[in-house]
């Protein structure tokens, strides 16, 4: 597509279930980024994809937040046993990386509410 | 730590009139990258303007423009001729030692602009 895709667009769970929330980057792009956005917040950098290298998780919070990049391409974040915590905007973005370092193409997020 | 400050959470402007809107930061890097980033209420941030810190001509991209003061490690985004799609949340970022292969932005809290017809 010409953009970030992500879905879906809002997604309401009962604490204790899990989620999965999807993003299709833009074709060609290699570098791949999970942000978080909470209320009255800024951005929480959680985990980059980098081509076929390791991922930086550095900054995702819990073991219970984990995510995958199949293909060098799509990419799910999955948050097991939810808290009313994880109620937040999950941004996904995508650059084309190295050469482009800070210029983020973004989706229109993901928003979760937790119960 | 490497950190990036906007200390106006909301702020508001006359349609056609100039706003400026402030972000300082602080690192110990002499190699960084300075963004502004718009969040319209659709959620989708669209990045607005950039600045290498090497350079000393402040960018521009239309009616935005930025005032870098590196002493002051201050990076204010100026609008003119305010426009109502300008209303938006601003965030102010930064990439820290990009030429170490440093990725992630930081950013500031954000400014909510509001512009009035």
């Known amino acids: 597509g010409a953009g970030v895709s992500q879905s879906p667009s809002n997604k309401v769970t009962e604490k204790g279930k899990d989620v999965e929330l999807r993003c299709d980057p833009i074709?060609?792009?290699?570098?791949l980024y999970w942000y978080r956005q909470s209320l009255g917040q800024g951005l929480e950098f959680l985990i980059y994809?980098?081509?076929?290298?390791?991922?930086?998780k550095s900054g995702l919070p819990s073991d219970r937040f984990s995510a995958e990049r199949t293909g060098g391409s799509v990419s799910t974040l999955t948050i097991q046993r939810t808290q009313q915590e994880d109620s937040a905007v999950y941004l996904c973005?995508?650059?084309?990386?190295?050469?482009?370092?800070?210029?983020?193409?973004f989706g229109e997020g993901s928003r979760l509410t937790v119960l | 730590a490497q950190t990036v400050t906007q200390s106006q959470p909301e702020m508001s402007v006359q349609e056609a009139e100039t706003v400026t809107l402030s972000c300082t930061y602080d690192?110990?890097?002499?190699?960084?990258?300075l963004f502004w980033y718009k969040q319209p209420p659709s959620r989708q941030m669209i990045l607005v303007i950039r600045?290498?810190?090497?350079?000393?001509q402040n960018a521009t991209e239309n009616r935005f423009s930025v005032n870098f003061q590196k002493a002051a490690k201050s990076f204010s985004l100026k609008i003119s001729d305010s426009q109502l799609g300008d209303a938006a949340m601003y965030f102010c970022?930064?990439?820290?030692?990009?030429?170490?292969?440093?990725?992630?932005?930081?950013f500031g809290k954000g400014t909510k602009l509001s512009v009035i017809p």
């Open positions: 973005a995508s650059s084309l990386s190295p050469s482009a370092a800070g210029e983020l193409f």
């Open positions: 074709s060609g792009h290699t570098a």
């Open positions: 994809f980098q081509g076929n290298s390791a991922p930086d």
């Open positions: 690192t110990s890097e002499s190699d960084y990258y």
């Open positions: 600045q290498e810190a090497y350079k000393q």
């Open positions: 970022a930064s990439i820290f030692a990009p030429g170490a292969g440093s990725y992630q932005l930081t």
